[in-house]
C-alpha cells in the first residue's frame, strides 16, 4: 500500500510528497521484522529506481514468501529527480548532508527528520545510490568503520562484487546511513552504475542481494541460489588514480576489469593539439572499481580506483 | 603592494585559473583576508577588491605598521564567477567546503589545500562569506565555537552582532574551522548582500575590516569607532517559519525592531491574490535575516529574529 510519509506546500499549486509502499505478509497487520529500502537522495541517482520496483515486482508476484514488512522508499528527493539534480532544486543543498534534520527546521530539514521518524525501528535500512555522471562504479556495499562489525555480516549476502569499508563521503556524519546507524538501525549504503541512468543488470545482482539478505534474516521464505560473496576492501587496498592535467580521458581498459602492473588504463589528451599529455599506467594489479566515464577532467579529478591485493570472490554454495 | 599567485589550474579550452593573493607590508603574517569561494560572492569580491585599494594606498602613506604583514584574496573561484555557477568545475564542488583540503586530492580539494597551506600561519583570519540561503542578514561577525573562539576579538570589528555557534558535522571542512583548529583567530564576516553589490553594505564591511586591523596595531588609520558589539548563540535567534507556500510580501526590513504581535509579512496565493498567511512576530526584537526571494515554501524560515532585543 503506498502511504505518504512527508508533505509540505511548496510556493505555487504542488505539494512536494515523500511516498513509500509498504508490503507485509499476510497477517502481520503492521507487527513484525520491517526492512526498509530507500533511494533518490540524490535526484541525479536513478540505480535505485529500478531495484525498488524490482523488489516490489518480485514480492507481488510471489507475496507468500514475505514474512515481514518491507518499506520501499523510492524517492526521497522527489523533485530533485524530476529535473536530474543531485541537490535540492533551488536550495542548491545536498539533501544527505542534512540528516537527522529538524522537525521546526526549513522544509527539507523537516522532511529529513520525517524520513528518520519513519524509518525508526527497522531492523535494517539499505539505502540504495548510483555513482555521480563522471564515474562508473561496480555494485558495492559501502560502511563507516565504526560501524563495520554491525554491519558486514548484512552486507556479505548483498550480492556485490566489493565491501568497501571507511569509504568517505556518502558514510559521512550528516547523511541518512549515519543517522540510522546511531540511532541503531543497521544501514547499508550500496552504490552502482552511473548517475542518470539504470544498469539492468546491476540492478538485478542487487536485487538478489536483497532477496538474499531478507531470506538470511527470515523475511523471505525462497532460499537464493548463485549468490556470490564480496571482496571486502580491508582484504586489500584501494588505489586512487586521478589526473595529473588537465584535458580529455579516454580509457583504454572497460570497467570492472583486472589489471595488471603497467597496464595502460587510458590517457589523457589535448584535442586541439593533438597530442598525448599523459599515459596513465596501473601502479599495481588490481581490480577497477571505478572508472571515469566523463572525459574532460581537470587536474585531480578521479580516473580510476583500484583495489589490490585481493581474493577471488566465492558464491555462496561454494561457502 | 606584492602580488602573488597562489595556485594556478589549468583548463581545457579556458584560460588558466589563477587564484591571486596581495600582500602588504614585510614581517610576521599577520592577517589575512580571503574573499568568496562561491561564484555568486559578488559583493564579498567588491569588499576585498575595496581592501586592495585602501591597503594599497595606505601603503603608499607608509601606514602599514613595520613588522606587520596583510593578505587579501580577492577571489578564490574566478572560474564559477566567470560563468555565473555558483560551485567549481563540471562537478559542482563546493570549495568552501573543502579545507584544510589534499594537495593529492580531486581537484577542489587541491585548490583548498594550496590556499590553506598558504594562509594557515597568519594570526588573524578573515574569510568574507555568505549564507548557504538566500536572505539579508544585519552586517556580523561569525565565529564557531571550538574552544579556540575570542569573541572579545570579534567585538573590535565593531559591527552590531557577534554570532557564536556550534559547530555541525559540516562546518569542520569550512576554512573558519580550520584556522581556528590551528590557531588563527577567525572571524566570518556577513554582510546584507550576496550576488548584487550593495554599496552601503560593502563601505561598512570594508571599514570593519580596516577598523580591526587599526585596533590589532597592523595598519594606522583613522576611522569611526563603530559599534560596541551583541554577542549572540545560535539560541539567542529565533526563526519564524512560514505556515504556506506562495508569494513573499515581506514589510519587516532587517536590522529594525518589531514587537509582538506585529505583521512581518504576507504570504500571497499564487493564484488567487488573497493573504494566506499574516506572518506576525512571534515575540520582541530585532529582525536578523530575511528571506530575500519573492516566492517561498512551506515551513521555510521567513525570518530570524534577536528574541527580546531593542534598538
Known sequence: MVKTVFSIGLSTGENLVIKKNRLEGEGLQGKGRRVAIVSGIHGDELEGQYVCYEVIRRVKEKPEYLEGILDVYPALNPIGI?????????????????????????????????????????????????????????????????FADKLIPYARHMNVDMVWTN????????????????????????????????????????????????????????????????????????????????????????H?????????????????????????????????????????????????????????KRTREEE | MFAEDIYTLSLPYREDMAIKGYRFGKGEQSACIVGPMRGNGVQQMYICAKLVKA???????????????????????????????????????????????????????????AVFNRIKDYSFGIQLTSFHTAGDSVPHIRMIENGYQNASLANLFGLPFVVVRKPRPIDTKTLNYNWQNRKTAAF????????????????????????????????????????????LTQEDLTD????????????????????????????????????????????????????????????DVAYQLVHRLHE
Request: proline content about 4%; some cysteine.
Open chain 1, 82 to 146: 524530476t529535473v536530474a539534480d543531485r541537490m535540492i532544486p533551488k536550495l542548491e543543498k545536498d539533501l544527505n548532508r542534512m540528516f537527522p534534520g529538524s522537525g521546526q527546521g526549513a522544509a527539507f530539514e523537516r522532511a529529513a527528520a520525517a524520513i528518520i521518524q519513519d524509518l525508526e525501528g527497522a531492523s535494517l535500512c539499505i539505502d540504495v545510490h548510483a555513482s555521480s555522471r563522471f564515474v562508473k562504479e561496480i555494485p558495492q556495499v559501502r560502511i563507516c568503520e565504526e
Open chain 2, 55 to 113: 591597503l594599497k594606498e595606505l601603503e603608499a602613506k607608509g601606514c602599514i605598521c613595520s613588522g606587520k604583514e596583510i593578505m587579501v584574496i580577492p577571489v578564490v573561484n574566478s572560474y564559477s564567477m566567470n560563468i555565473g555557477m555558483r560551485f567549481f568545475g563540471v562537478e559542482a564542488a563546493d570549495i568552501s567546503r573543502q579545507f584544510p583540503g589534499r594537495e593529492w586530492g580531486d581537484t577542489a580539494e587541491r585548490i583548498a589545500a
Open chain 1, 256 to 312: 570492472s576489469h583486472f589489471v595488471k602492473r603497467g597496464d595502460k588504463i587510458g590517457e589523457i589528451i589535448t584535442p586541439i593539439e593533438g597530442r598525448t599529455e599523459k599515459e596513465i599506467i596501473a601502479g599495481k594489479d588490481g581490480l577497477v572499481f571505478t572508472l571515469r566515464e566523463y572525459p574532460m577532467v581537470s587536474k585531480g579529478a578521479l580516473l580510476a580506483r583500484i583495489l589490490t591485493d585481493i581474493r577471488p
Open chain 2, 188 to 231: 566570518s564576516l556577513y554582510t546584507n548582500s550576496n550576488e548584487a553589490v550593495d554599496e552601503e553594505s560593502a563601505k561598512q564591511s570594508e571599514a570593519a575590516i580596516l577598523r580591526f586591523l587599526t585596533r590589532m596595531g597592523m595598519i594606522r588609520y583613522e576611522s569611526h569607532s563603530g559599534y560596541i558589539s551583541h554577542v
Open chain 2, 240 to 299: 519564524v517559519n512560514t505556515m504556506c507556500g506562495g508569494i513573499f510580501r515581506r514589510k519587516a526590513r532587517v536590522g529594525h525592531e518589531v514587537r509582538y504581535g506585529d505583521a512581518m509579512a504576507e504570504i500571497i496565493d499564487p493564484y488567487k491574490g488573497n493573504a494566506k498567511e499574516t506572518i506576525l512576530a512571534p515575540t520582541d526584537g530585532i529582525v536578523f535575516f530575511a528571506h530575500s526571494e519573492s516566492l517561498i515554501a512551506e515551513g
Open chain 1, 167 to 254: 569509504a568517505t563521503e556518502t558514510v559521512h556524519e550528516s547523511t541518512l546511513a549515519h543517522s540510522m546507524n546511531v540511532k541503531g538501525v543497521p544501514t547499508l549504503v550500496v552504490e552502482m552504475g552511473l548517475g542518470m541512468r539504470i544498469n539492468r543488470s546491476y540492478g538485478k545482482q542487487v536485487v538478489d542481494g536483497i532477496f538474499s539478505l531478507l531470506y538470511e534474516m527470515g523475511i523471505w521464505k525462497k532460499e537464493p541460489h548463485g549468490i556470490q560473496y564480496p571482496v571486502l576492501s580491508t582484504d586489500g587496498e584501494v588505489e586512487f588514480i586521478r589526473a595529473e592535467c588537465s584535458g580529455m580521458f579516454i580509457p583504454a581498459i572497460e
